[in-house]
């Protein structure tokens, strides 16, 4: 990216991605009284409850594959990945605040708080899900329904359209923190890609961005990088940190599914049920791909997938499970938008093991055993990017003064679980940093 800057704005804090992270860190700070720019890439989408819908919003529409032939994808529109996502929440783990000295327990509580967090009643617990359930119990499997992100008064428990957006408004996605902000005064530019931190002397004076007119400056005491897994470690390279990006961790996913003979069509809400391997790090929930998703999955298998193609029209019949697997922090994002993520050998193993424990709770559920498919293997929650501990202090600032990153690249290690609630808690505990900072320096002032 290249060109001279035509227009230059002013703020307190500038934010580059609107995700989860940035989102929240933009509502807290506008509340508070700073005057904040927020720059996403992404349009803001409205076109909602259609697969199509999902790869709309998803980067380069989600043809994004490793070098390794892993497909990865993420989100890139107003509100980030979480437009996107299926809304399960996780707490975040116990070695945040042993090892890292981090105590989330403030901000989740006031996370729980402010968006009906649990999981859904009994009522959105369809047939599928149901069986799944009962045949994962008979088994000896702590298989019960899942914390979801998700209003249950306003979801239809016959929709399962979670990942197009969620038209019915159920879904918490990061957008509505994101409105809270305009409404405090933030400043939404969309379609406007941060290429860079503007610095002088070490310290962040601002970004350089290019948006629909063409290039501007956008200067900031504050720069907050939350371009989301992938964005922010390529800002940091262009900003001259280099090792931003240099080993990264993603969750690694496999959908089981099978025809059941005693299952009617019908449509439900997936994932709303399931059993958490903390340990080993490996979630097992019950949910079946829609059936573009399936199809896409079938072609990337190859002549194999390609000669079961006509199943994706038994899509109502069919029951899934779907196995996520924490992956280890390794390989690279590079600055042409390409990276390296292998899958390791032990992640290999967890994938076989979530597979094998699905075939068996499907074939006690209905599905023959010469119709279960195991489909591709695909990935989503990239975070480790640009880590605490590493790269950043334990305020998330990075070598340049001023320069904080907030979203899932902030993650210090192998992950494994859906991250949306330990980003949203990670960028409250920032903004309460930030503020207490300002009221810092102003009384330092006033006493001088
Ligand atoms: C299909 C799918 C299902 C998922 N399901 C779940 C789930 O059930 N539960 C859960 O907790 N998580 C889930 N996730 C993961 C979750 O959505 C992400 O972890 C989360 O959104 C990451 O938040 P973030 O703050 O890192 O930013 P992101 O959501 O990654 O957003 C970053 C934003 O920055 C923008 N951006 C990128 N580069 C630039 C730039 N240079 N300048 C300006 N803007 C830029 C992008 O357009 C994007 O909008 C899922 C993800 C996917 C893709």
């Given at each position: 990216m290249?060109?001279?800057p ?17 989102a ?23 076109w ?5 819908s ?16 892993n ?8 509100g ?5 996502y ?22 989740v509580?006031?996370?729980y708080e ?6 859904l ?6 047939p ?6 009962e045949e ?10 899942l ?12 929709c ?7 038209k019915?408004?159920a ?10 902000a ?14 860079r931190v ?10 350089r ?7 501007m400056n ?17 800002i940091?390279q262009r ?5 931003a990006?240099h080993?990264?961790?993603?969750d ?31 979630i097992?929930?019950?949910a079946?791909?829609?059936a ?14 390609w000669?079961?193609l ?41 994938l076989?093991?979530?597979?094998v ?20 293997v695909f ?8 880590r ?5 202090d ?35 505990r ?19």
């Open positions: 290249n060109g001279t035509t227009r230059t704005l002013q703020a307190d804090v500038v934010i580059a991605g609107s995700g989860p992270g940035g929240t860190v933009a509502r807290e700070l506008s509340r508070r009284g700073k005057k904040v720019i927020v720059c996403e890439a992404g349009k803001y989408h409205k909602f409850g259609y697969t199509l999902m790869v709309n919003m998803l980067d380069r529409k989600g043809m994004t594959f490793s070098r390794e032939g497909w990865v994808v993420s989100g890139r529109t107003a980030g990945g979480s437009v996107v299926g809304g399960l929440a996780f707490r975040p783990p116990g070695w945040f605040k042993e090892k890292y000295d981090i105590d989330l327990k403030e901000e509580d006031e996370f402010e968006v009906p967090i649990g999981p009643p009994d009522s959105h617990i369809g599928a899900a149901r069986k799944i359930m994962a119990r008979k088994m000896g499997l702590d298989w019960k329904p914390d979801r992100l998700i209003r249950a008064e306003k979801c239809r428990p016959d399962d359209q979670c990942m197009s957006g969620c019915e408004g879904k918490w996605t990061a957008r509505e923190f994101l409105e809270d305009v409404v405090s005064g933030a400043q939404l530019l969309l379609q406007t890609e941060v290429e503007l610095t002088e002397s070490g310290e962040a004076v601002g970004v961005a290019r948006g629909r007119d063409g290039w956008i200067l900031a005491d504050t720069v907050i990088v939350s371009a989301g897994g992938f964005g922010s470690p390529r940091l900003s001259g940190l280099y090792d990006g080993g990264f961790a993603v690694f996913g496999r959908y089981v599914v099978g025809p059941a003979r005693n299952h009617s069509p019908q449509t439900e809400v997936p994932a709303v049920a399931g059993v958490n391997f903390s340990e080993e790090g490996l097992l929930a019950s079946a791909p829609k573009m998703m399936y199809a896409a999955l079938l072609g990337l298998a190859g002549p194999r997938g000669g079961r006509q199943k994706v029209f038994q899509t109502g019949r069919t029951l899934g499970i779907m196995a996520i697997t924490r992956d280890r922090v390794e390989g690279r994002i590079n600055l042409d938008g390409s990276f390296s993520k292998p899958i390791d050998e032990d992640c290999q193993a967890k076989n093991k979530g597979a424990i699905a075939e068996q709770i499907l074939q006690e559920a209905g599905v023959r055993r010469e119709d279960l498919t195991a489909l591709t990935a989503a929650h990239q975070v480790a990017s640009v605490i501990g590493e790269l950043l334990k305020d998330c600032q990075t070598p340049i003064k001023g320069c904080y990153c907030m979203d899932a690249s902030v993650i210090p290690e192998d992950w494994g679980l859906p991250p949306v609630v330990t980003i949203v808690s990670l960028a409250k920032l903004a309460k940093h930030l503020a207490a900072s300002v009221e810092a320096k102003v009384a330092a002032q006033e006493t001088a």
